[in-house]
């Protein structure tokens, strides 16, 4: 799985860099572009088999404590929003009321 990912990132790279525009593409097409887009869909099919197949890789401690921490900002972050929005909400109703 992990050949794959690097695999797309290198071909959607090298896709983008050959990638060309304008009227010069209908008369000479960009092959190579082609090419590299049309493998980055041909890996696609082999990517959600293994995942189907071998489920979501485990998180490594480190990165499942950044993401721990991601999500308590987040709730956070909610938690304030929802706050300023009912304060919002009842401020407003009280002064047109
Ligand atoms: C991950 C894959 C791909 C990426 C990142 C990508 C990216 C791009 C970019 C950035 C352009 C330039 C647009 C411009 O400057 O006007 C372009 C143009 C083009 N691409 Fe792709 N492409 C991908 C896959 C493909 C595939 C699979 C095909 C067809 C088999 C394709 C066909 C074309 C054509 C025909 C143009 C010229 C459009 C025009 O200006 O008329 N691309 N692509």
């Known amino acids: 799985m ?3 990912h690097w695999l797309t990132a290198l071909l959607v790279l090298a ?3 050959t ?3 304008g009227r010069g ?3 000479n097409p960009p092959m190579l572009h082609f090419t590299l887009g049309l493998s980055v869909l041909v890996l696609v099919l082999p990517r ?3 995942r189907l197949v071998g489920g979501a890789p485990e998180c490594r401690p480190r990165l499942r404590i950044v993401r721990q921490e991601l ?3 987040m709730m956070r972050h909610r ?3 929802k706050v300023w929005h009912e304060a919002h909400v ?3 109703s009280m002064l047109w009321s």
């Open 2 to 4: 992990i050949v794959i």
């Open 48 to 50: 959600l088999i293994l």
């Open 79 to 81: 938690y304030m929003v």
């Open 25 to 27: 593409v209908a008369e």
């Open 15 to 17: 896709a983008w860099l």
């Open 90 to 92: 009842s401020l407003r």
């Open 19 to 21: 990638s060309e525009g």
């Open 71 to 73: 999500g308590r900002r």
